[in-house]
């Protein structure tokens, strides 16, 4: 992609840009953060920003239809509304207006109004446009095990091929942990930190033999690997995914882990041969769904040893719950998100108790970044591989993950719990570890 900004001596042509910044001008208590370019090819708002391309009079219908974030990520995807410039950068400036003079960025009735009256006006009104071809089509109860399949199959069946144009030679789709800032310090050294420091946290590095460890949700099995390869214990990892199954059974094969490795395709819910000494479960607790987390909990609990331990590392949420409009709609559907005091709460309801808590915002800023580099490098791949429209999805689920890890709108903790014994006691060392 070229980006490019607004020309500093840019005509102003009186036309649509100009009645569209009169709609959306106020949702900023004061001068637009970027500049709007409409299919007229007028032109409003100030030079030397991000422009916002209106290419034709749908993209309005579908904001009218949809008003607010999944009307702009619809209208986004399809190629309807495009940003020149850095589309970062764009976000960025938007949020900061906002912060910065009190404003409100949710549309009021009187905005609708005047956005219904604009399109009157310029012919823009017409039946609802269809949804685009990516948005996710569910069916079923919610959190149902059909469901959920369908749900995790929308996310994760892409293909190999494609989450690997994203992560690192890990295939670690989680954030990462880093412990430098030195140059040739890479995403590839801070995921293998974070699989390091998960198993540390759990007392892998003084596993016994025979030692079982159960990873629920376990991806592409980084950190089923890792445990085996580098600690010696036995690994149970369980996913619904049948592409990441297929991915971990090859590197298994390849690394000569079958003796140690053992990756199902199940869902959690059906895991029924615990005890298990150590679990963890990195970035899937978001998937279980509101309602079904005591399952979940409830689970750990039935399947770890009395004296266990086990991590979750979870990304919360600290405004609305759940996973935002254009996140349950394009690439998590279901997907659930609380304040990590709630998790904690629902965590100790099941009968575990929390030793740490270990915020990891800021590295999730840096691990995304890392992503959406990658991700431009191979932007004509990544379109040959599964279509411009996904790619645009995945561009802008990028961007608004980092820019929201940055304001601080959403955070990812790891959570360290154990299995009481029967008299109370936790199993810990005296002195803190880690």
């Known amino acids: 992609m070229t980006l490019t900004t607004a020309p500093t001596n840019a005509s102003r042509v009186s036309g649509a840009a100009d009645q569209l910044a009169a709609v959306v001008t106020p949702l900023f ?3 637009l953060p970027v500049r709007i370019r409409a299919w007229d090819g007028s032109e409003a708002g100030p030079d030397g920003v991000p422009v916002v391309v209106l290419r034709d009079a749908g993209a309005l219908r579908r904001l009218l239809f949809h008003p607010g974030e999944l009307g702009l990520a619809q209208a986004y995807v399809t190629g ?23 404003a409100s960025p949710k549309l009021s009735p009187a905005t609708v109004a005047a956005g219904l009256r604009t399109a009157v006006r310029l012919g823009a009104l017409g039946l609802p446009p269809a949804p685009p071809s990516s948005q996710a089509r569910l069916r079923g109860r919610l959190h149902s095990a059909l469901r959920d399949r369908q749900a995790i199959s929308h996310h994760y069946d892409l293909s190999n091929e494609f ?4 992560l690192d ?12 800032d030195a140059p040739d310090y890479t995403l590839e050294d801070a995921q293998r930190d974070k ?6 946290k759990l007392g892998l590095d003084r596993a016994k033999p025979g030692h079982r460890h159960l990873d629920i949700g376990c991806g592409w099995g980084s950190l089923s690997l890792h445990a085996a ?10 996913t619904i995914a049948a592409e990441q199954k297929a991915f971990i059974d090859q590197r298994i094969a390849e690394r000569g882990l079958a003796d140690r490795v053992e990756i199902r395709l199940q869902d959690y819910r059906d895991v029924a041969d615990g005890p298990f000494d150590t679990i963890s479960s990195i970035e899937m607790g978001e998937h279980v769904g509101e309602k079904n987390y005591p ?14 331990r086990a991590l979750v590392q979870q990304m919360s949420r600290t405004t609305r719950p759940g996973g935002g409009p254009f996140i349950e709609a394009f690439i998590a559907p279901d997907m659930h998100m609380r304040p990590v005091g709630e998790t904690v709460d629902l965590i100790e309801q099941a009968g575990l108790e929390v030793r740490d808590v270990h915020a990891l915002r800021e590295h999730y800023v840096w691990t995304v970044d890392a992503w959406y580099a990658t991700f431009e ?58």
């Not at 509304?81 to 906002?98: M, N, S």
């Open 29 to 31: 208590a004061g001068e």
């Open 295 to 308: 399952v979940f909990t409830g689970g750990i609990h039935r399947l770890l040893r009395e004296g266990g």
């Open 195 to 200: 699989l390091d420091l998960v198993c540390r």
């Open 377 to 434: 490098e191979n932007w004509d791949r990544v379109v040959g591989l599964v279509g411009e429209e996904v790619a645009r999805v995945w561009r802008l689920y990028l961007v608004g993950g980092a820019l929201a890890f940055e304001e601080g709108r959403m955070g990812v903790d790891q959570i360290l719990m154990v299995k009481p014994l029967p008299d109370g006691s936790s199993g810990l060392p005296r002195v803190r570890e880690l």
């Open 229 to 238: 390869e580098q600690y010696g214990v036995q690994v149970v990892g369980v």
């Open 169 to 180: 030679p890990h295939m670690a789709y989680s954030c990462a942990y880093f412990t430098s």
């Open 163 to 166: 989450y690997a144009l994203i």
């Open 80 to 102: 309807e509304i495009d940003v020149e410039g850095d589309l970062l950068d764009g976000f960025r400036r938007v949020w900061q207006a906002v912060r910065e003079r009190g």
